[in-house]
C-alpha cells in the first residue's frame, strides 16, 4: 500500500511539472529550473519526455525541443558560474541533440505541407541567444569541455543561418531578427577581450 501512494505520488509530480511546461510552452525563454545534482531533476527531465512524447504536432514538437535545448544551456551556464564542470560536456551535447530534434521536427512538418512561418523566426532567435551564451562560456570552461561547447556552438550556428535563410525565402531581409556575427568575427572579439583582461591584470594597470 505505501509503495502504491509513493508511485502515485510521482505520477502526479510528473503531471504537474508537464502542464506546468506545456503552459509556457508557447514562449521561449533562457532560464534553469533545477540543474545536474538536484533532487527533483530527474522528475524535470522526466516530465520534459511525457511532454514530448504527449505532442503529436510537429511544429510544437519543434517549440519545445527549442525551449528544452535553451534550458540546457541555462543549467550549464549555471554549473560554470559554480565552477562545477562534471556534467557541462553532457548538458553541451544534450543542447546540441535538442537543436538537431527540432530541426527533424520542421523538416516533418514541411514534408507534410505544414506551413508555419513564425518557427524559423524562433529559431534564428533563439540560436542567437545560443550563440552569444556559449561564445561568452567556452574559455571558462577546463580544455577537455572546449570540444563539446565548440559543437554545440557550431550547432546553433548552422541552425541560425538555416533559420534566416528560410526567413528571407519567406519575406526577404529580416530586419527584426538578430543576425550572428560571422565566426571570424566572433573570434577577433574573444581575442579582444582576453587582451584587454591580461593587460587588466598587469602590473601597471593593477592599481
Excluded at 81 to 89: D, G, L, P
Excluded at 171 to 180: C, L, S
Amino acid at each position: 500500500m505505501v509503495k502504491v501512494k509513493i508511485f502515485m505520488g510521482i505520477i502526479l509530480l510528473l503531471l504537474v511539472a508537464v502542464f506546468s511546461s506545456a503552459q509556457q510552452s508557447e514562449k521561449l525563454s533562457v532560464q534553469a529550473g533545477t540543474i545536474p545534482g538536484n533532487l527533483f531533476y530527474g522528475l524535470d527531465r522526466a516530465a520534459e519526455s511525457i511532454q514530448l512524447a504527449m505532442t503529436r504536432d510537429h511544429i510544437k514538437k519543434a517549440e519545445l525541443h527549442l525551449e528544452h535545448a535553451e534550458e540546457r544551456l541555462a543549467e550549464m551556464n549555471q554549473m560554470i558560474e559554480k565552477n562545477k564542470f562534471k556534467h557541462v560536456e553532457k548538458l553541451a551535447k544534450e543542447q546540441e541533440d535538442a537543436l538537431t530534434d527540432a530541426e527533424a521536427e520542421i523538416a516533418k512538418a514541411e514534408a507534410n505541407g505544414e506551413k508555419n512561418d513564425q518557427i524559423a523566426h524562433d529559431v534564428a532567435a533563439a540560436t542567437y541567444k545560443h550563440i552569444l551564451l556559449l561564445t561568452q562560456v567556452l574559455d571558462k570552461v577546463p580544455e577537455q569541455a572546449k570540444e563539446s561547447i565548440q559543437h554545440a556552438l557550431n550547432a546553433s550556428v548552422s541552425g541560425h543561418q538555416k533559420a534566416l535563410m528560410k526567413i528571407e525565402s519567406q519575406i526577404g531581409k529580416p530586419e527584426d531578427v538578430p543576425k550572428a556575427k560571422p565566426q571570424e568575427a566572433q573570434d577577433a572579439e574573444r581575442e579582444k577581450v582576453r587582451e584587454q583582461e591580461t593587460k587588466a591584470m598587469t602590473p601597471e594597470h593593477a592599481n
